[in-house]
């Protein structure tokens, strides 16, 4: 398992008992988002070329009736390997998120990775940041997982 990078970020890893394919169908389908990011309540709305670069994704988080609207930019997209997202939640700022996948005997392992970009958030510490973020990422890639898994059998 990965302990974290030269920028001291902290993955969260998990094999998914699916093909990458099935995963990054998932990844793909910018319309599933809110059934695996946790925080996202809604997409409102998904550019038609998703996930290329420079497409988005509009999402609402919150729960209702306080949602903010906000969206999801894609940095940079490697079909079946990689996706760099950076989503924006203001007031919290902005973030990078890189999403990586690795064929191993016909699983899918999902390595992710985000930090803070800008916010007050991007004032605390790093260490402390990752801390805060670990969970929240985990639970994002055994969502993924469950649908992965549920779709492939």
């Known amino acids: 398992m990965k302990t974290g990078d030269a920028a001291g970020h902290r993955p ?6 699916a093909p990458v394919d099935a995963v990054w169908d998932i990844l793909r389908d910018g319309w ?3 059934s ?3 925080g996202s309540a809604r997409i409102r709305d998904v550019d038609a070329d ?3 670069a420079g497409s988005r994704l509009h999402h609402s988080v ?8 906000d969206h999801t930019d894609v940095v940079s997209s490697t079909p079946r390997q990689e996706l760099v997202l950076a989503p924006r939640a203001w007031p919290w700022g902005r973030a990078t998120l890189r999403l990586q996948l690795e064929e191993q005997e016909g699983r899918c ?4 990775t985000e930090d803070v970009t800008s916010g007050p958030i991007l004032t605390l ?10 969970p929240r990422n985990d639970e994002c890639l ?11 059998s």
């Not at 919150?62 to 609207?69: A, D, E, F, Q």
């Not at 392992?109 to 992710?112: A, E, L, R």
């Not at 510490?125 to 670990?134: A, D």
């Open 36 to 38: 695996w990011v946790v």
């Open 50 to 52: 998703w996930p290329a």
């Open 109 to 112: 392992v999902v390595t992710m």
């Open 62 to 69: 919150g729960v209702w009736p306080v949602m903010l609207h």
């Open 125 to 134: 510490p790093r260490p402390i940041r990752q801390l805060l973020v670990q």
């Open 32 to 34: 599933s988002y809110a």
């Open 142 to 152: 055994r969502r993924l997982s469950f649908i992965a898994e549920r779709q492939s």
């Open 12 to 17: 969260s890893v998990r094999t998914i008992d």
